[in-house]
C-alpha cells in the first residue's frame, strides 16, 4: 500500500530542545516537500527537495534545517531558533524531478502535531 | 510575490445548498491551479486540478471549479452540499516550469448542517 507516512502523531517538545519530524514515502517519488499548517494561515512552505543530496529553502525555513540522503526520506529538525514551533507539519511529495512539463499532483502525509511546552 | 487568496474563512451552508468558494491569486504567468480539501482527522487530498485546456474542471465528489484567466480567479463550486462535505478547502497555485512549489491560499472552513 503506497503512501507517506510521518511520525510521530504528536510530539511535545520543551523550549531549547531540537526535535525531528519523519517522513518516508514508497511512492518511488523525486521530489518531497516541508510544509507548516497553522490556523487561518494555510500551509506555508519550510523546505523541498527534488532530488537526493539537494534542498532549497522555502518561505519560511529560519528554524528549520532539512537532509534527503535517500529518495524515501526527508526529516525535518526542529531546531531551538524557530520562536514559534507550535504547529501542524506536513510534508508531501510528487513524482516530478526536473522544472517544466507536466506538473504531477503532491500526495500528502497525515501529518504531526508538534507542541512546545 | 505571488501569493493566493481565499476571501472566505467561514462558511456555513445548509444540505443542498449551492457552494461557491472564491479563489484569487496574484501571478499573471502560467500558472497551475488546484483545490486540496482536509476532511476532519484525514490527509490533505486533492480535489481537482487546471492545467490547461477546458476552463472548467471537474474534480471528485461533484465538485468543479472554473478558471477565468482576465480575472486571476479560480472558484470552486458544488450545485448541492452534503453534510459529509464539511472539510476545510485550500486552493494552490504553482507557476508553470517552476520547481513544482505550490502556494496555499488561507483556506475555507466550510460547516454542512444536515
Known amino acids: 500500500d503506497g503512501g507517506i507516512t510521518q511520525s510521530p502523531k504528536y510530539l511535545f517538545r520543551k523550549e531549547g530542545q531540537n526535535v525531528t519530524l519523519s517522513c518516508e514515502q514508497n511512492?518511488?517519488?523525486?521530489?518531497m516537500y516541508w510544509y507548516r499548517q497553522d490556523p487561518g494561515q494555510g500551509l506555508r512552505l519550510i523546505y523541498y527537495s527534488q532530488i537526493v543530496n539537494d534542498f532549497q529553502k522555502g518561505d519560511i525555513a529560519e528554524g528549520y534545517s532539512v537532509s534527503r540522503e535517500k529518495k524515501e526520506s526527508f526529516p525535518l529538525t526542529v531546531t531551538s531558533a524557530q520562536k514559534n514551533p507550535t504547529a501542524f507539519y506536513l510534508c508531501?511529495?510528487?513524482?516530478?524531478?526536473?522544472?517544466?512539463?507536466?506538473?504531477?499532483?503532491?500526495?500528502f502525509g497525515p501529518g504531526t502535531r508538534l507542541t512546545v511546552l | 510575490a505571488q501569493s493566493v487568496s481565499q476571501h472566505n474563512h467561514h462558511v456555513i451552508l445548509s444540505e443542498a445548498a449551492s457552494l461557491e468558494l472564491g479563489c484569487n491569486y496574484s501571478y499573471g504567468g502560467t500558472v497551475n491551479l488546484f483545490w486540496y480539501v482536509q476532511y476532519p482527522g484525514q490527509h490533505l487530498q486533492l480535489l481537482l486540478k487546471y492545467f490547461s485546456g477546458d476552463p472548467l474542471v471537474k474534480g471528485i465528489k461533484g465538485f468543479e471549479a472554473e478558471f477565468i484567466k482576465s480575472k486571476f480567479s479560480f472558484n470552486l463550486r458544488k450545485p448541492s452540499v452534503q453534510w459529509s462535505d464539511t472539510a476545510e478547502y485550500f486552493c494552490?497555485?504553482?507557476?508553470?516550469?517552476?520547481?513544482?512549489?505550490?502556494?496555499f491560499g488561507s483556506g475555507t472552513r466550510l460547516l454542512v448542517r444536515p
Open positions: 494552490a497555485v504553482n507557476r508553470a516550469g517552476s520547481s513544482y512549489k505550490l502556494i
Open positions: 511512492l518511488n517519488h523525486d521530489a
Open positions: 508531501s511529495s510528487t513524482k516530478a524531478g526536473t522544472s517544466g512539463g507536466t506538473y504531477n499532483e503532491q500526495f
